[in-house]
């Protein structure tokens, strides 16, 4: 069984890996939370404050009710089951229906080991002087998620935003994924988690399919066309940090505003503006090298 284990050094240090986590978990994982008690579960469960946007949501242990329901981005539904009769009860609580529509974080699950999904994540706690150290085992895929998860939260680290918060940001129509990162003094900015596509089966003449269908397959693109249409005058974020092997970037945050209004209509003005910029960039050659890329300045702030 694949395992990870971490070194929480303190309380902020266990509330930053919930964070973390929040980040990796999905629709359909099962999180159970074990250790003795003052080890730290009921402080990973708040992680919910994180996944909700919302450092005061109240998140009362569910000793008594056995289980808090969320209706987060993905809902949540953590249960206690210390006070488990019989594990039928599960089925009473909501158990299976919590979880095909969300995910569950489940303190005490030795009381119902044999009515938990095989496929669940475990994270076991034990004291270690004033920290703890915090295993992770269970489920591959879920963990290859965490590891991602947790590269992002180095990546910040090594260049100066270990402290920073992070938080969900609605993605694009590719796979990659965007978080907002808020670090102490300083504008927020947008992380892109893009990491390099692996080589499918080759399908034809000799390609597979992100190279028949013209997909970009890390981020070297992005940052060449960004910088390409700034050269142009024009408006691109600018790419503060990066690692483009790993293929995560910090960059600048331009906005919210879009060319919908509040009840989603077009914007006409802002319709047509786009087509002008996108005739212009047209009539203009490519002035980017890509190769000029493996080593990109940081523009700073």
């Given at each position: 069984m694949q395992a990870l284990e971490l070194t929480l050094k303190d309380e902020a240090a266990t509330i930053k890996l919930g964070e973390d986590l929040a980040l990796a978990l999905k629709a359909g994982d099962?999180?159970?939370?074990?250790?003795?008690?003052?080890?730290?579960?009921?402080?990973?469960?708040?992680?919910?404050?994180?996944?909700?946007?919302?450092?005061?949501?109240?998140?009362?242990?569910?000793?008594?009710?056995?289980?808090?329901?969320?209706?987060?981005?993905?809902?949540?539904?953590?249960?206690?089951?210390?006070?488990?009769?019989?594990?039928?009860?599960?089925?009473?609580?909501?158990?299976?229906?919590?979880?095909?529509?969300?995910?569950?974080?489940?303190?005490?699950?030795?009381?119902?080991?044999?009515?938990?999904?095989?496929?669940?994540?475990?994270?076991?706690?034990?004291?270690?002087?004033d920290g703890r150290i915090v295993t992770l085992s269970g489920d591959a895929a879920a963990l290859l998620r965490i590891e991602r998860s947790l590269a992002i939260r180095a990546f910040l680290l090594e260049r100066g935003f270990g402290h920073a918060k992070r938080r969900h940001l609605s993605g694009d129509a590719s796979a990659r994924a965007y978080e907002r990162i808020f670090a102490p003094g300083e504008q927020a900015l947008i992380l892109m988690d893009s990491a390099r596509h692996k080589p499918g089966p080759i399908l034809q003449d000799g390609k597979y399919y992100q190279q028949l269908a013209h997909l970009a397959e890390d981020v070297i693109p992005f940052v060449a066309i960004a910088r390409d249409i700034r050269e142009k005058g024009f408006c691109a974020p600018n790419v503060y940090e990066s690692d483009l092997d790993v293929g995560i970037l910090l960059i600048e945050d331009i906005g919210n505003?879009?060319?919908?209004?509040?009840?989603?209509?077009?914007?006409?003005?802002?319709?047509?503006?786009?087509?002008?910029?996108?005739?212009?960039?047209?009539?203009?050659?490519?002035?980017?090298?890509?190769?000029?890329?493996?080593?990109?300045?940081?523009?700073g702030f």
């Open positions: 099962c999180l159970a939370l074990s250790g003795d008690l003052g080890a730290g579960k009921s402080t990973l469960a708040r992680l919910l404050r994180a996944m909700a946007d919302d450092e005061a949501l109240e998140v009362p242990s569910p000793t008594f009710t056995l289980v808090q329901s969320y209706e987060l981005r993905i809902p949540v539904a953590h249960f206690d089951l210390y006070r488990l009769a019989d594990v039928s009860e599960l089925d009473e609580l909501g158990f299976d229906e919590a979880l095909s529509e969300g995910i569950c974080l489940v303190e005490w699950p030795e009381n119902a080991l044999a009515a938990l999904p095989k496929s669940r994540l475990t994270a076991t706690f034990s004291h270690l002087g505003d879009g060319i919908l209004d509040a009840d989603g209509q077009p914007i006409a003005e802002r319709y047509l503006e786009s087509v002008r910029a996108l005739a212009h960039l047209h009539a203009q050659p490519v002035t980017g090298h890509i190769s000029r890329l493996r080593h990109p300045p940081h523009s």
